[in-house]
Every structure is written in C-alpha cells, then in structure tokens.
C-alpha cells in the first residue's frame, strides 16, 4: 500500500471517477474511457464521439509528460477543453493516478 494519498487506484476512483471510468477504451461516461491512454493517440477512445475541437487538435500521443501536464492544468494546457476540471495540484498524486492509468489496457 503506497502512503497515504497517493495509491493511484484510489485516487483516480475519487478524483476522476465521476467523468471517467478506465475499464476497456470504450467504456464511456461524461468523458472517455481512459483504460490504455498512455502512449494511446490524443481523442482516440473508440466510439467516444464528445471530443471538443480543441481536445481533437491536439496532436501525438499521451506520453506520461504530456499527461502530467494537462492533468497539472487542463484548461492551460488545451484551451477550450470540455474536461471542466481544475487539476491535480500534487505531483506525486499525479504521478500516481499516471501510473495506474499505465497499467491499464484497451482491449
Ligand atoms: C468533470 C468531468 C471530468 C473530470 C472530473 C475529469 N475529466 Fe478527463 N475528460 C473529461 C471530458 C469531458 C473529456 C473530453 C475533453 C475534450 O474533448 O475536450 C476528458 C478528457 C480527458 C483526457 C483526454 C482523453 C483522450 O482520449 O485523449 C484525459 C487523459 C483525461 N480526461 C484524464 C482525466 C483524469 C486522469 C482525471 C482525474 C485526475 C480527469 N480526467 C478528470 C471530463 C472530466
């Protein structure tokens, strides 16, 4: 068990749970199913068709930096993103959701 506030399971369940779920790559809810979305290609969920413009723009692929920066920011890092979410202020709290997500896999 990681220490105190930083199991990333944990932390994705509460933090990101209400908008996300990381099951397959194409379980969604309000936002995409995150399962396998490092090293993924950026709005590739299969059949999540609420990608904004701005999201959809974003060219390449989720690399962990990359990750680390939008969830550090959303709105700064992808301007005019829908994912209406402030960010996760704590870098290992990120570091920890990141790995989770990491270890998860579309199918
Ligand atoms: C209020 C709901 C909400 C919360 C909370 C939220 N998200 Fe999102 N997220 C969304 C929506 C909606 C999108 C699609 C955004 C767009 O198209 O601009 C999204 C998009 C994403 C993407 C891009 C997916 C892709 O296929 O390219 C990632 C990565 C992501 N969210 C991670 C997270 C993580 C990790 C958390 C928790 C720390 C989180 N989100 C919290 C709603 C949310």
Not at 32 to 54: E, F, K, M, Q
């Amino acid at each position: 068990m990681p220490a105190n506030g930083t199991d990333g399971a944990v932390l994705f369940a509460t933090t990101c749970g209400g908008c996300h779920k990381a099951i397959d790559g194409a379980t969604h809810s309000y936002g995409p199913d995150l399962a396998g979305i490092v090293g993924s290609a950026t709005a590739s969920a299969p059949g999540y068709g609420a990608y904004s413009p701005a999201l959809k723009a974003l060219h390449g692929k989720w690399s962990k930096e990359k990750l680390d920066a939008f969830l550090k920011s959303p709105q700064a890092q992808v301007s005019g993103t829908t994912m209406t979410f402030r960010g996760v202020g704590d870098p290992a709290q990120r570091a920890a959701i990141i790995d989770y997500l990491a270890g998860t896999k579309r199918y």
